[in-house]
């Protein structure tokens, strides 16, 4: 199986993952929304502090909101991220770069609007 294979799994795994968690976190805590929400939800993903996941967050914004204009953080754009940094750390290989294949997974699972 090749790195594009396994990039795709890895991507769809890190989906279900968070907005899974999306959905638990909007049920338990209804009045969340936007930067607040998705850092809550990075933060029990991570099992870490708010302070850790709002670290996330910004890089995500550095990454996805503010090139080439900016614009308000999606949830997307947070998956993605995460997507990315943890396929990288997780190959052996590491050559520091992905195929584009995880933004193409996340734009299918995540939708815009969240």
Known sequence: MG?????????????????GLYRETLQARPGLEGRD????VVARYLTS????????????????????????????????FLAVEEFLASQQDSTGWTRG?????????ITADL
């Open 101 to 109: 294949t995880v933004g193409r997974v996340v734009s299918a699972r």
């Open 37 to 40: 929400l998705y850092r809550h």
């Open 49 to 80: 502090t708010a302070a850790t996941a709002e670290r996330v967050l910004q890089a995500a914004e550095a990454s996805f909101a503010e090139w080439p204009v900016s614009r308000p953080l999606r949830f997307r754009d947070v998956v993605h």
């Open 3 to 19: 790195r594009t294979w396994r990039e795709r799994q890895f991507a769809s795994r890190v989906c279900r993952q968070l907005l």
